[in-house]
């Protein structure tokens, strides 16, 4: 059931994604959308959806991998940092 919640929250910001990738494709084609009175516009609301589901998915596998100790050194936060002389 969690792998199915996971799998969820992964999938919608990659659908606002696409549909920001699709929004700049389109302003490249001239294709104004419903909308947006705006090519301008268009392609500046497609790029904040892209940049949101990209940064989105990126911090949710940044998370995870820092729970499992699989990042490298200088992903590891700070106060989770053991310095030289602890060991």
Not at 19 to 48: E, V
Not at 55 to 65: A, C, E, K, V
């Given at each position: 059931?969690a792998r ?5 929250i992964m999938?919608i910001p990659?659908?606002f994604s ?5 929004l700049?494709?389109d ?7 419903p ?6 516009l ?5 790029f904040i959806?892209?940049l949101?589901?990209?940064?989105f ?5 940044l ?6 100790n699989?990042?490298q ?5 700070k106060s989770?940092?053991r310095?030289?002389?602890d060991?």
């Amino acid at each position: 059931m969690a792998r199915l919640i996971a799998l969820i929250i992964m999938v919608i910001p990659g659908i606002f994604s696409a549909y920001g990738i699709k929004l700049m494709r389109d302003m490249l084609f001239g294709i104004l959308q419903p909308p947006f009175p705006y090519l301008w516009l268009q392609f500046l609301i497609g790029f904040i959806f892209f940049l949101a589901g990209l940064s989105f998915i990126g911090g949710f596998i940044l998370h995870r991998d820092r729970k499992r100790n699989k990042v490298q050194p200088r992903f590891v936060k700070k106060s989770a940092r053991r310095s030289p002389s602890d060991v």
